[in-house]
DNA sequence: CGTTTGGTTGATGTATGTCAATATTAGTGG
DNA sequence: CCACTAATATTGACATACATCAACCAAACG
């Protein structure tokens, strides 16, 4: 992941962009060496537990996710390439969320203990870690919005938008790609955008109908890159707003 | 604000409950200089602002709010006395959110730069601050939760159990206390809670002929704790649920 | 006092949920 | 590669939680 841009993308605090590229680097030399590769379905932490590490997710796609006790279920956040998770081992010792991973995925993991010495020691890795807080509470503001006031169409333009954004940045995919793999499914998405499984579907027939955009197997296609801006745009934020990857203005002239 | 209490209620590493709550103390005797009296209604953070400063807010209530352009809004946080608020100015330059004061407040304002430069010098701030946004993102998975997985009567239960036992551990409301200021309108609960202004009424009348609890004016009693407990209890995280102050569980022996 | 703001209630509409049946895809073992 | 099975997707009929609209009431407020 190229720290720089994403710093740039965020408005960033005057040089800090450097910071938290360089801290970026430092962890992913201090994480490489202790790397665990799960499979789709297993769980990485379970919810209430005592908790001791740390995870750099290198490849895949995991979820925090509460469950519960009557069977309902949320998939609070969806982490993706290049992101940390479970931070907060550093912090406190319970995770009230389980961690699933929603696909094949692998993850260097790091005592909690060691990566604290390293965040007291070096600036550049405290600023790593609590930039992953910060985005994370960032994503957590706009999502309290889109399950507050968003419609069932405004959600899940949003999230695949969001999806799309944060795999380019991540490098995981190219710049424009239109086409990209979602390891999850309706009932998953509908655990996360908060509806039931049939209304996700019935959703996703409409973006299909209306030429928007597709999800067919695990893969979603934007057709229309303009409506689906439109649809969603009442949920973007300022900043996605002006970010590039986003897009100016729903009547901007660029995309298809 | 005992922060001392705060971290033993939230299961923190160990050693840092007293680094937390020196840090809080020295935080407070840095930023006592300058005190801002803000009343009712007044915005202290404009949407899509630079803005160059952090907040501890000494009294009153203060929110996050997200107004989007056709008119819905979104109250996304509510603070309360002892809250830090913009923390994130310390990273980044752009607000996407408004500020605004909920009831006359008084909040101590700092710098970022100076807070950044105290935040480097003393691991207590830090700590202090970082606390502050670890315990946000708690309080907003668990929102989103709500948001997403929860009807009107559970948020609206679990609002008001919240509210409490934030005001009690803030040192605002004395423990065990049943009826408390909520400085909101329905109008204003109804955006947080991501419900109309009407059917929030008509939860609250619900609530009220129940005997669990009331909103008369701007005040909250609670009639029936248990009640309360038991109607919020499926959102309740494994972690407000040990606490003592949310009682065991929903037939747990106390409360009347 | 009148005016405004916020609260309350009824009638009605709609987005979304639930249930249940069928189709499709993906996995599995032979 | 096929047959069998389980998981997931899709669709229709129906139910409901919640929204909207509109009227009225009550408190706050200048």
Not at 48 to 55: F, M
Not at 83 to 112: C, G, N, R
């Amino acid at each position: 992941m190229d720290m720089t841009d994403s710093a740039a993308f965020a408005l960033h605090r005057p040089n800090l962009a450097q910071n938290l590229s360089a801290g970026d680097d430092k962890l992913r030399k201090l994480m490489a060496a202790s790397v665990r590769v799960v499979s789709s379905g297993s769980t990485l932490i379970e919810s209430d537990s005592i908790h001791d590490y740390v995870y750099r997710l290198r490849t895949g796609w995991v979820a925090r996710v509460r469950t519960l006790e009557d069977g309902r279920a949320q998939f609070i956040l969806i982490f993706l390439p290049g992101d940390l998770f479970a931070v907060k081992s550093m912090f406190v010792t319970h995770h009230p969320d389980a961690v699933h991973a929603l696909s094949d995925a692998v993850v260097e993991q790091i005592d909690y203990r060691r990566l604290k010495e390293a965040y007291d020691r070096d600036p550049d890795i405290a600023l790593r870690c609590t930039w992953q807080i910060v985005e994370e509470e960032r994503r957590l503001h706009n999502w309290v919005v889109g399950l507050g006031r968003g419609s069932a169409e405004e959600r899940l333009s949003l999230l695949f938008l969001d999806f799309r954004a944060r795999l380019v940045l991540s490098g995981t995919l190219p710049d424009g790609a239109l086409s990209f793999e979602v390891p999850m499914t309706q009932e998953q998405i509908a655990d996360h955008v908060g509806l039931s499984t049939v209304h996700v579907n019935r959703v996703l027939r409409n973006l299909r109908e209306l030429g928007v955009a597709t999800l067919r197997g695990k893969t979603v296609t934007i057709q229309n890159e303009k409506a689906l801006r439109r649809l969603s745009y009442p949920l973007l934020d300022s900043f996605e707003r002006c970010s590039s990857k986003f897009g100016r203005s729903p009547e901007g002239a660029e995309g298809s």
